[in-house]
């Protein structure tokens, strides 16, 4: 297992290069981000070949899956996302799948996902990326966001049926929304495509909580 720090999570608002230099000087290899758009990519690329970092993560935009009217908009987006993760060498992007709508059943919004990354899964494997959808809590830190279960993500990962398309599965949320988190991951190991970790309550380091790492 490779480890790898969320920058924008951990180095809150702190400038991404000195927060990239602080992360090797603690001996760390690699890295995440996520809006990508609001940073300055030819600084990261050329920071990370200076200190010999490698990008495990980048996120897409923030745009419904679960809205078929934005299915397009979606697209382009990861296709852009794609050019990125080509120009940091980067083999990981990481998706949310958007808020439930009101007054739309679950049904047709789980469809709506399903159909969105299927559209999505030639430019996956033309480029050799994978796609990560991420479950979030509902309880705590996204109110009204659509993919609360890990369950339900499997189901999305089964039925999309591409090896470009795998879970994230984050331990902070899925703690908080559903424990059971050892046997979940070992009965879903195939599905997942990336980890992320903090310790519950508090989102603190992983050595504190529930769940001791």
Not at 39 to 45: A, E, G, N, V
Request: aromatic share 10%; glycine share 6%; hydrophobic share 40%.
């Amino acid at each position: 297992m490779k480890f790898s720090v969320v920058l924008d999570s951990v180095f809150e608002n702190q400038d991404i290069v000195k927060s990239m230099r602080e992360l090797r000087q603690l001996g760390f290899q690699a890295f995440e981000f996520w809006n990508w758009w609001e940073k300055d990519l030819k600084d990261i690329q050329i920071e990370k070949q200076l200190l010999q970092l490698k990008v495990a993560a980048i996120a897409t935009k923030f745009i419904s899956l679960t809205d078929p009217a934005k299915r397009q908009e979606y697209v382009e987006g990861l296709r852009q996302t794609i050019a990125v993760a080509r120009m940091l060498d980067c083999s990981i992007i990481v998706s949310q799948v958007g808020q439930e709508i009101v007054g739309i059943t679950r049904y047709l919004q789980h469809q709506s996902i399903v159909e969105g990354l299927k559209t999505c899964v030639p430019m996956l494997r033309e480029s050799g990326i994978k796609l990560v959808i991420e479950p979030l809590n509902t309880i705590v830190d996204h109110p009204g966001y659509y993919l609360y279960s890990a369950q339900e993500g499997f189901r999305i990962v089964d039925e999309v049926n591409s090896p470009y398309v795998k879970i994230l599965y984050d331990i902070y949320h899925m703690q908080i929304m559903e424990g059971n988190i050892i046997s979940t991951i070992m009965n879903n190991i195939d599905k997942i495509g990336h980890f992320h970790v903090a310790g519950v309550p508090g989102r603190h380091e992983p050595y504190f909580g529930e769940l001791i790492i």
